[in-house]
């Protein structure tokens, strides 16, 4: 029944399903989703694995702008308090922003805590959502591989 559903709903919204499941999943604030066992079965189902990733990637990267705005928010709520804390997150975005956030879009840890820390930080948009389409986009890539490979294994004739 559930793999009769899912079989449904990736063969009727293809990649722009997998864009807005992602986009979704992502957006809500340390609200877990099913999204990485959609983009490993995906593939299971024939989707191509890099477009799954693209599409799973680009849908991701402009989810976490949720956090992103709210850290800038908070930005201008706490900059007059904690007006050192502030330049430390601006300092280290500054620095290190693009790698940090490359690698905590790739890893498994909840990414929205560095989003929020990124707007705090007021750490150039634009910067935010490459690194984090980066990041997602290879996370994405080794999971549609793994479907991929899954598929490869589940068809496999003797």
């Known amino acids: 029944m559930i793999e009769s559903l899912i079989s449904f709903s990736l063969k009727s919204f293809g990649y722009f399903g997998i864009f807005l499941v992602s986009l979704i999943s992502t957006s809500t604030i340390f609200l ?11 593939s ?3 989707m191509n694995p890099l477009l799954v ?7 991701m ?7 992103y705005f709210i850290g800038l928010g908070g930005n201008k709520l706490m900059e007059k308090k904690y007006k050192k804390t502030i330049r430390k997150f601006e300092k280290f ?17 909840p990414f929205d805590f560095v989003g929020i820390s990124a707007g705090i930080g007021r750490y150039e948009i634009k910067k935010f959502i490459l690194a984090t389409f980066v990041g997602k986009f290879f996370k994405a890539l080794l999971l549609a591989f793994f479907g991929f490979e899954i598929r490869q294994i589940l068809y496999w004739e003797y």
């Open 61 to 67: 990267a402009m989810g976490e702008l949720t956090s």
């Open 53 to 59: 990733a693209f599409f799973s990637g680009l849908g």
């Open 32 to 42: 877990p989703a099913p999204l990485y066992l959609i983009i490993v079965v995906s």
């Open 93 to 109: 975005f500054k620095k290190y922003g693009f790698l940090a956030i490359v690698l905590a879009a790739f890893l498994p840890l």
């Open 44 to 46: 299971v189902y024939g």
